[in-house]
């Protein structure tokens, strides 16, 4: 007797045999925090920042002036600095936990201060991480500057064909993947500055 062989649509045999994920993927393309620090605590980050000495800001490979044209400062644990350190480790524990669950346990390279003047202050598309480099898990950008008092300078997350452009009120934190490619739009009036830092943790695997 021949054997009948029953004939499936696609449907119907993903209905029969579905694909089994063990979990689900809890790692977001981005999560942010309004309203971080107030106005006045955003001006005297930028007072605080401005009070260390300045230099000309570079990247891993070099000072790429097609690419990066800022001025840098760092903050690091201080009398001074111990209350945003002691926010943003609440802010960043608690979207991690919330949108990434990455094996985390600190930002080991300091806070970067920067400052982009117009008319031409940048930072062009780039990762925070790289190859023989600190393990930089999650990168955060803090708005310090109120938008009024810049244009462009925009912070855009790529991840697909349009850019995400990221808020520009003062006091907002975004956090994001390191491996995000992202860039800061040119200023092309007033000042735009930011805090800036990278979340270190075990190598991914």
């Not at 945003?84 to 949108?99: A, F, G, H, K, V």
């Amino acid at each position: 007797m021949a054997q009948v062989i029953p004939i499936y649509s696609q449907e119907e045999r993903q209905a029969l045999n579905p694909a089994w994920a063990f979990n689900l993927d809890p790692v977001h393309s981005w999560a942010y925090w309004d309203k971080a620090f107030t106005k006045e605590e955003c001006e005297q980050i930028i007072e605080i920042g401005n009070s260390k000495t300045h230099k000309k800001a570079t990247t891993i490979g070099g000072d790429l002036i097609n690419v990066r044209k800022s001025e840098v400062s760092w903050l690091y644990p201080s009398e001074d600095t111990e209350w945003i350190y002691r926010r943003m480790t609440d802010i960043i524990t608690n979207l991690n936990e919330q949108y990434f669950k990455f094996d985390i346990f600190g930002a080991t390279e300091g806070f970067q201060f920067t400052k982009y003047q117009a008319p031409s202050g940048k930072y062009g598309k780039h990762v925070d991480s790289s190859p023989n480099n600190v393990v930089r898990k999650l990168s955060f950008t803090l708005q310090l500057s109120d938008s009024k008092d810049y244009k462009g300078g925009d912070l855009c997350l790529y991840l697909g064909d349009k850019p995400e452009v990221m808020k520009k009120e003062q006091g907002f934190v975004a956090l994001f993947p390191s491996y995000t490619l992202h860039e800061v739009k040119p200023v092309t009036q007033g000042t735009r500055y930011s805090l800036v830092s990278w979340i270190t943790g075990k190598p991914f695997k």
